[in-house]
């Protein structure tokens, strides 16, 4: 007998009885990063050359391994739900480890009786992990005590468990920048840690190389105060926050910066400043703010448009929101991203302004007054986030269920999804500011300073890309 394919939904053993010497059972599954993560969870074993890729880096084989109890978890598991199954009792366990695993490696577990015991109802088995490349993983035996009594139930249902790996996602957002030089950039009025560390940590990363335009004693002072150094940043002293927006702007238009960082002052101060009819950096385009949002419940980077800069937008404005965040999705290559108009409804209604908004801009978008884009609304959010409640209220649409891109109706719908994702849902935002003659990374006074550094990487990608465009 060999069990190879047991049924999914109920767990059925064999007794003593029915399984004879040389019977066999076989268990494949691919080891992910998630996994080695629970384990160590579980387990409390939080040794790096599991869980650093960094220090993972720097060892023997370069690259994180598995804990080697995974693969004697696995054979648990073959023994506990299928050979022999419900009832089983664990009487000793020997194993020898043969090889690493890695992540993405498929284990099979493989376990054939050796031996009955009939006097205490023991089973011996032989158990043999082996890998995708049928290399030898783990070798041993195990000694269990059989059920003698047939046992049939459904099988448990597990709790769900998210795996939200803070550290790793925001090396993901890093990595969008990392084969490029830094970038010099502008830091206005950075006299608090937070936005100070921001701007070091970015620089310490490789993204930018800061200009901090400030009090020259209060950033000297929170330094000391945070311990870090200001050593390789340039400071350019200011008197207060509105002379240090006024300062950080004229950096731009002299061409000594190629980007903005909001520092400790307020976003009206700043951007009072961007938009200064005769000393700002506006463009043809309507300023937005994008944020960009890796939240662990979706599969795919979110952007939210727009939450922070423009109140009650009308249809001109949007057009301009819109396309903002298309040319940034495909700066972080999402070349044909998914536009989500959202409103309360997914119909036209002429009492809910949202609804024909959205529809215009869709007939906009059909005759090339957007591009680069796909868009559909109006969406409820459910809609577009969902590919089950889409099609349960049968919208068929390229766009509902995978939104790249959310386009909300108005700053205070779009600031309290964006805050509710980050807070209540563990999502990492960075925040950019698009439409001027650089983009200006804009994160709120109670971002951390990893937040302030991931939109740093964003920005950089962006001038990247408009620099590669703007090559002939």
Do not use: W
């Not at 053993?13 to 004879?20: A, Y």
């Not at 509710?420 to 960075?430: H, I, K, M, P």
Request: net charge negative; with cysteine.
């Amino acid at each position: 007998m060999d069990i190879t394919n047991p049924p999914l939904d109920t767990l059925e053993n064999l007794t003593f009885d029915e399984i004879r010497v040389g019977d066999t059972a076989t268990l494949s599954r691919t080891v992910h990063r998630e996994d080695i993560q629970l384990f160590a969870l579980v387990s409390g074993d939080v040794n790096p050359t599991h869980l650093d890729s960094h220090y993972a880096r720097e060892s023997q084989t370069g690259k994180v391994t598995a804990h080697g109890m995974l693969s004697a978890a696995m054979i648990s598991a073959l023994l506990g739900n299928q050979f022999p199954g419900p009832g089983t009792v664990y009487v000793a366990q020997s194993l020898r480890f043969k090889s690493l695993v890695h992540i993405d490696d498929t284990l099979t577990v493989r376990l054939i009786c050796t031996e009955k015991l009939p006097e205490q109802k023991h089973l011996v088995i032989a158990c043999v992990v082996t890998n995708q490349d049928d290399v030898l993983v783990a070798e041993g035996e195990a000694v269990v005590a059989a059920p003698i009594e047939k046992i049939r139930r459904p099988r448990a249902a597990l709790p769900e468990v998210t795996v939200t790996d803070r550290q790793q996602r925001y090396e993901d957002v890093l990595a969008l920048a990392a084969a490029l030089p830094p970038i010099r950039v502008a830091v206005a009025h950075p006299c608090d840690a937070e936005s100070l560390k921001g701007a070091l940590q970015a620089k310490r990363e490789g993204l930018i190389i800061p200009v901090l335009v400030g009090p020259e004693t209060r950033i000297r002072a929170t330094a000391e105060q945070i311990g870090e150094s200001l050593e390789g940043c340039r400071l350019v002293d200011t008197e207060h926050s509105v002379q240090s927006a006024e300062t950080a702007v004229a950096l731009v238009r002299a061409g000594e910066v190629e980007a903005l960082m909001k520092g400790s002052l307020h976003t009206d101060e700043l951007m009072s400043q961007v938009v200064h009819k005769t000393t700002g950096i506006r463009t043809g385009r309507r300023i937005s703010h994008c944020f960009v949002a890796d939240v662990p419940r979706y599969p795919r980077t979110l952007l939210i448009t727009d939450a922070a800069i423009n109140i009650q937008p009308e249809l001109a404005d949007m057009v301009d929101i819109v396309q903002n965040a298309i040319d940034l999705a495909h700066a972080i290559n999402i070349p044909l991203p998914r536009v989500a108009l959202l409103s309360a409804v997914e119909t036209v209604n002429p009492k809910i302004p949202s609804t024909q908004i959205a529809a215009s801009l869709c007939k906009m978008a059909d005759r090339g007054q957007i591009k680069g884009g796909l868009l559909d609304g109006p969406l409820a959010f459910d809609n577009a986030v969902s590919a089950f409640a889409a099609r349960t209220k049968g919208i068929t649409s390229e766009v509902a269920g995978r939104a790249d891109i959310l386009v909300v109706p108005d700053l205070e719908s779009g600031n309290m999804l964006a805050k509710q994702l980050e807070y209540l849902a563990g999502g990492l935002l960075t925040g950019v500011v698009l439409g001027a003659r650089v983009p200006i990374v804009l994160t709120s006074r109670a971002d951390r300073a990893e937040t302030r550094s991931a939109s740093c990487a964003i920005v950089k990608r962006l001038v990247a890309h408009r620099n590669q465009a703007a090559t002939p």
